[in-house]
């Protein structure tokens, strides 16, 4: 688990890390959809591919985790894996491995509403990345 929560009053945040800012982004959409469910009771029967473009770092990782946000609201979709295929400063695009999400089946912790740029932080260094991003619940 590369992710962790930040408890912030009236909101929730994640901070993730990985060897580079791929991977710090795919465990950031990951411990989102934590915040959600208990990831392991979610099967890997349906794929949903993502691809965004943005002007900055801050503002791609706040589209990205609020387009997994819309599949989740809009879809029932929930992930468990996240592999994101292509990467840069202003797009990526990712595989999200997951299955359709069923309250009366998986247990319902937050609704996340959105991925905020309030106090947003992507710190690169030189074997690193950490992203830390607040979500309105």
């Not at 009236?10 to 469910?37: H, K, P, Q, Y």
């Amino acid at each position: 688990m590369d992710y962790e929560q930040i408890d912030i009053s009236g909101d929730v945040g994640i901070r993730a890390w990985g060897r580079d800012c791929a991977e710090a982004w795919a465990n950031a959409g990951i411990g989102m959809f934590s915040l959600v469910t208990d990831l392991s009771k979610i099967g890997n029967n349906r794929l949903v591919e993502i691809a965004i473009k943005a002007d900055s770092s801050e503002g791609l990782l706040v589209r990205y985790l609020n387009e997994l946000i819309f599949h989740l609201d809009t879809y029932n979709f929930i992930g468990n894996r996240i592999d994101i295929v292509a990467f840069s400063e202003d797009s990526l695009r990712a595989f999200v491995y997951g299955a359709e999400f069923d309250p009366s089946l998986h247990e319902q912790r937050l609704l996340l509403k959105a991925a905020t740029y309030h106090n947003i932080r992507i710190a690169k260094m030189a074997e690193q990345c950490v992203v830390e991003v607040i979500f309105d619940i």
